[in-house]
């Protein structure tokens, strides 16, 4: 068994897929990369507004996303670079995308927090929290309707339990039989506040349950049992057993936003999260296996100048042409035909 979230020891190599594990350390790796670059590019004044860093999360994106077709599709949270690049969304587009340059996931006008990208069933990050959650249903649904076999993945964070779209989605979701996976990102905290101190029962799985909806409970920064927990509930969707939870307690080890110092948490608490950062653990069971740190670290330096590459290719690139800031905009008219006696 692997170790738990407080840093013990990490899993024995046995009966393990090394050369698949191998792969995707080096997907976290490009996460952890990108997500560093992006810090960097805010720090130097490159990207602007809030900048959600997944930091220490980035074995639920990778072990979850690893379990999916390019066809099947993901909704995401205001926390969703890993996600994205995870699905396999190219990462210099999504880089433009975040310094709102041409040639971006959206050309420019999504941002972090709304990142998107149709061409690998990636429907969109939200800056509402449990707002996707709805939305990730109606995409069911609509599977369900033209007789597709895709399924929908849906992340969200703990703190999303405490909003009706958690309970209302679920609700439909079961009622219908639909093919959703519905990840909870457990890392702790609603923003500023710890999700504990005003989260009444037992969590997203116990409220799954009530609701007869099947969840799993994992150590969300074990590699291993994500993909496995993953591959187990993919695999149950597409036979149509119906909508799946997965509750992956993970931790988020910087700030709500890449500028928030935390000084809200406990000190030392942050700080001593980091020996059960997942990129710790599945390193120690690969360099276990038999897999040289040399190949390692030529992995997560790959990744480092890749991402390094696309902060300075997305500062160097044009910005997106104003002009496409009213394309994709529905006009309805004048809002002031509505309002008039006769209407």
Same mark, same amino acid.
Request: charged share 20%.
């Given at each position: 068994?692997?170790?738990?979230?407080?840093?013990?020891?990490?899993?024995?190599?046995?009966?393990?897929?090394?050369?698949?594990?191998?792969?995707?350390?080096?997907?976290?790796?490009?996460?952890?990369?990108?997500?560093?670059?992006?810090?960097?590019?805010? *720090?130097?004044?490159?990207?602007? &507004?809030?900048?959600?860093?997944?930091?220490?999360?980035?074995?639920?994106?990778?072990?979850?996303?690893?379990?999916?077709?390019? %066809?099947?599709?993901?909704?995401?949270?205001?926390? !969703?670079?890993?996600?994205?690049?995870?699905? !396999?969304? %190219?990462?210099?587009?999504?880089?433009?995308?975040?310094?709102?340059?041409?040639?971006?996931?959206?050309?420019?006008?999504?941002?972090?927090?709304?990142?998107?990208?149709?061409?690998? &069933?990636?429907?969109?990050? *939200?800056?509402?929290?449990?707002? *996707?959650?709805?939305?990730?249903?109606?995409? @069911?649904?609509?599977?369900?309707?033209?007789?597709?076999?895709?399924?929908?993945?849906?992340?969200?964070?703990?703190?999303?339990?405490?909003?009706?779209?958690?309970?209302?989605?679920?609700?439909?979701?079961?009622?219908?039989?639909?093919?959703?996976?519905?990840?909870?990102?457990?890392?702790?905290?609603? =923003?500023?506040?710890?999700?504990?101190?005003?989260? $009444?029962?037992?969590? @997203?799985?116990?409220?799954?349950?009530?609701?007869?909806?099947?969840?799993?409970?994992?150590?969300?920064?074990?590699?291993? @049992?994500? %993909? #496995?927990?993953?591959?187990?509930?993919?695999?149950?969707?597409? @036979?149509?057993? &119906?909508?799946?939870?997965?509750?992956?307690?993970?931790?988020?080890?910087?700030?709500?936003?890449?500028? %928030?110092?935390? !000084?809200?948490?406990?000190?030392?608490?942050?700080? &001593?999260?980091?020996?059960?950062?997942?990129?710790?653990?599945?390193?120690?069971?690969? #360099?276990?296996?038999?897999?040289?740190?040399?190949?390692?670290?030529?992995?997560?330096?790959?990744?480092? +100048?890749?991402?390094?590459?696309?902060? +300075? =290719?997305?500062?160097?690139?044009?910005?997106?042409? $104003? $002009?496409?800031?009213?394309? +994709?905009?529905?006009?309805?008219?004048?809002?002031?035909?509505?309002?008039?006696?006769?209407?």
């Amino acid at each position: 068994m692997t170790g738990g979230q407080d840093g013990a020891p990490a899993a024995t190599a046995s009966n393990h897929d090394i050369p698949r594990l191998t792969a995707l350390h080096g997907l976290m790796a490009r996460i952890r990369a990108f997500e560093r670059a992006a810090e960097t590019g805010q *720090n130097r004044g490159l990207v602007l &507004g809030a900048v959600h860093l997944s930091i220490g999360q980035e074995a639920v994106a990778a072990g979850v996303c690893a379990q999916l077709r390019r %066809d099947d599709l993901l909704l995401s949270t205001h926390r !969703g670079h890993g996600h994205t690049l995870a699905k !396999g969304a %190219d990462a210099r587009a999504m880089m433009l995308e975040l310094l709102g340059k041409a040639g971006g996931t959206s050309d420019g006008r999504g941002g972090s927090m709304h990142i998107a990208d149709f061409s690998v &069933g990636m429907l969109g990050a *939200n800056g509402v929290v449990s707002a *996707n959650i709805p939305i990730a249903v109606g995409a @069911a649904q609509a599977i369900r309707l033209k007789g597709g076999d895709q399924v929908v993945v849906c992340l969200f964070g703990d703190g999303a339990i405490n909003r009706g779209p958690f309970m209302e989605g679920l609700n439909w979701a079961k009622v219908f039989n639909l093919p959703v996976l519905f990840v909870c990102e457990d890392n702790g905290w609603s =923003a500023t506040t710890r999700t504990s101190t005003l989260t $009444a029962g037992e969590g @997203a799985a116990a409220r799954a349950r009530s609701m007869d909806v099947t969840a799993i409970e994992i150590d969300g920064n074990d590699l291993v @049992a994500v %993909d #496995e927990a993953t591959r187990d509930a993919v695999a149950r969707l597409r @036979a149509g057993e &119906g909508p799946i939870l997965i509750h992956a307690r993970t931790y988020r080890l910087l700030g709500h936003t890449a500028s %928030d110092p935390a !000084g809200y948490r406990p000190a030392g608490e942050a700080e &001593g999260r980091w020996s059960g950062d997942p990129m710790r653990r599945n390193r120690a069971l690969l #360099e276990a296996a038999g897999v040289p740190a040399a190949e390692l670290d030529a992995l997560e330096q790959a990744a480092t +100048d890749e991402m390094t590459a696309a902060l +300075d =290719a997305a500062e160097a690139a044009p910005w997106a042409p $104003a $002009a496409l800031a009213l394309e +994709d905009v529905q006009d309805a008219g004048a809002p002031a035909r509505f309002w008039t006696r006769e209407g």
